[in-house]
């Protein structure tokens, strides 16, 4: 089965603080996505990413950026987080092409 | 462009009764079409896709659902329902040019004893 972890279920932090969230997918899967979850609003994406160190940005990139160092890994920052932020964060790997994604547990993310 | 339409936002049901969450799509090209259930405080599961092929499309939990091209809809229906059926569910699609899905805003589907 395909595993997505991610690194925390839930998170607290203040506001202005720089916060890492982390995902890891063990299927060696091409792509990999962040996506934030509020409310009547349905899944956003936030970035994209295809290939290691390649990038892409989603709908809603504003506030955040991302790194891809290695191919199971796919990391989520906010440079400076702000309370707008808070939501749920959820990552998801996919193979090289239009399929089926597949997603972690989700972070619960609050600031403060 | 490509988009996925959520018809309800809420469905509550009786245990052991039939339900259809409505789902339509958006697209000028050939789409992939998914639903997911989320449990409270998880990640999304997958629980059918179609791709091609047959429309009548089955998954997991007993739940099936039905690609529509004329109506332009890929509906979830369970003929009955348990109380463990309660979650959000998601529809989603893409098309085979890229990679990247359009959800709909979810339906809360609520079993009632």
């Known amino acids: 089965d395909v595993k997505v972890t991610q690194s925390s279920r839930y998170l607290v932090k203040r506001t202005g603080e720089k916060v890492f969230l982390e995902c890891v997918q063990d299927?060696?899967?091409?792509?990999m996505f962040w996506y934030r979850q509020d409310p009547g609003l349905g899944l956003r994406l936030i970035y994209f990413?295809?290939?290691?160190?390649?990038?892409e940005k989603g709908d809603i990139p504003e506030g955040y950026s991302v790194s891809r160092e290695k191919k199971e890994r796919f990391s989520l920052i906010l440079e400076s987080a702000s309370t707008n932020q808070t939501s749920m964060y959820l990552c998801?790997?996919?193979?090289?092409?239009?399929?089926?994604?597949?997603f972690g547990p989700g972070t619960r993310l609050t600031v403060l | 462009a490509q988009s996925v339409t959520q018809l309800d936002s809420q469905v509550p049901v009786f245990e052991e009764a039939p339900v259809e969450l409505r789902c339509n799509y958006s697209?000028?090209?050939?789409?992939?079409l998914f639903w997911y259930v989320q449990y409270p405080n998880q990640g999304l599961q997958l629980l059918l896709k179609y791709l091609s092929g047959s429309t009548l499309v089955k998954g997991i939990n007993g739940f099936e659902a039905e690609f529509n091209k004329s109506q332009t809809s890929f509906h979830l229906r369970k003929p009955s329902v348990h109380i463990s059926d309660t979650a959000e569910y998601f529809c989603a699609g893409t098309v085979n040019t890229g990679n990247q899905f359009y959800f709909g805003t979810g339906t809360s589907l609520t079993v009632i004893p």
């Open positions: 697209s000028s090209v050939s789409v992939y």
């Open positions: 990413s295809y290939d290691v160190k390649m990038k």
């Open positions: 299927m060696d899967h091409e792509n």
């Open positions: 998801a790997s996919q193979t090289g092409g239009a399929d089926t994604q597949y």
